[in-house]
């Protein structure tokens, strides 16, 4: 299982970002997948969630209605747009499959004006 996220950097209060994870080693079309964080000195959260063919998504409630998980299985990749961001969606972002593989190296992302 290999997992590469990017997309990350640095972005203004209220600007967008859009990450993007790549997932090789297994049938990632069977999979559910997950986008989580990590903030400094804060435990790893999940931030959303979708199903293996895409029907179905959830949200934490502190992104819901400013962030938007997608995949395209075709190409083996799962997506995070993120609108309206927050100083407190600073965080290393991570996406990984359900159940948890093992995790790359994640995505810096920073909101700060």
């Known amino acids: 299982v290999q997992l590469v996220e990017s997309g990350g950097g640095l972005v203004q209060p209220g600007g967008s970002l859009r990450l993007s994870c790549e997932a090789s080693?297994?049938?990632?079309?069977?999979?559910?997948m997950m986008w989580c964080r990590q903030a400094p000195g804060k435990e790893r959260e999940l931030v959303a969630h979708i199903t293996s063919a895409g029907g179905i998504t959830k949200y934490a409630d502190s992104v819901k209605g400013r962030f938007t998980i997608s995949r395209d299985n075709a190409k083996n990749m799962v997506y995070l747009q993120m609108n309206s961001l927050k100083p407190d969606d600073t965080a290393v972002y991570y996406c990984?499959?359900?159940?948890?593989?093992?995790w790359g190296q994640g995505t810096q992302v920073t909101v700060s004006s």
């Open positions: 990984n499959k359900v159940p948890v593989g093992p």
């Open positions: 080693g297994f049938t990632f079309s069977s999979y559910t």
